[in-house]
């Protein structure tokens, strides 16, 4: 089965400032997704960011950009320009790429980020 | 489109009683799923669905039952509610089947307390 860790509960980080979330998983697969979701105070679930296993280069979006390492099994978040509006649990999350069940996703336990202004 | 839409947002049951989680989805989803997410725990899958009359145990099921009787609806059913599900419930629907990438659409949670 898929484990998905995230080793840090809690961040902070200064607003205009650059924060990493770490995320590590652990899978026998070599294709997959991975993806970061944001869990704001609203409580909806918006999808940050995702990356496929099959591709070498890491994904951007704007400011949110991942540092992925597929020998490590390490999928990182980094928020650059950290706003206000930053903070949030965010969750690391990995799903299948094929098969029957493939749409599963499988959740880390979350890292709560703090934005200070 | 509404998405996926769940009702209601919040309950409050007595041990025992029995209620169902409403989740509805307008994006014609074969995939559907609930989840439930507790402090610390990150969100843990309940059941899924990969379409009209099929569906499947999570890794958290016990307590939980789940029908799919149309592509749109996917109702969870609690039978007996016990304090251990006080929880939040969110359902997630995605696209077409296959391996291609499909983003999971995902309701706005229903907060459960159960006294």
């Known amino acids: 089965a898929q484990t998905v860790t995230q080793s840090q509960p809690e961040m902070s980080v200064q607003e205009a400032e650059t924060v990493t979330l770490s995320c590590t998983y652990d899978t026998s697969e070599s294709d997959y997704y991975l993806f970061w979701y944001k869990q704001p105070p609203s409580r909806q679930m918006i999808l940050v960011i995702r990356?496929?296993?099959?591709?070498?280069q890491n994904a951007t979006e704007n400011r949110f950009s991942v540092n992925f390492q597929k020998a490590a099994k390490s999928f990182s978040l980094k928020i650059s320009d950290s706003q206000l509006g930053d903070a949030a649990m965010y969750f690391c999350a990995y799903r299948r790429y094929s098969g029957g069940s493939n749409y599963k996703l499988t959740f880390g336990k979350g890292t709560l980020l703090t934005v200070n202004p | 489109n509404a998405g996926v839409t769940q009702t209601p947002k919040f309950q409050v049951l007595k041990t025992g009683q029995s209620m169902t989680l409403q989740c509805a989805q307008d994006m014609n989803h074969e995939y559907m799923s609930w989840y439930r997410q507790d402090p610390g725990m990150g969100l843990r899958l309940i059941h899924y669905?990969?379409?009209?009359?099929?569906?499947d145990q999570g890794e958290v099921p016990n307590g939980y039952n789940v029908s799919r009787s149309t592509t749109e609806d996917f109702p969870l059913r609690l039978l007996s509610a016990a304090p251990s599900q006080t929880s939040v419930y969110f359902c997630a629907s995605s696209g077409p089947g296959g391996s291609s990438y499909n983003e999971q659409f995902f309701g706005p949670g229903t907060r459960l307390t159960v006294l």
């Open positions: 990356q496929e296993a099959y591709k070498q």
């Open positions: 669905s990969v379409g009209a009359g099929i569906t």
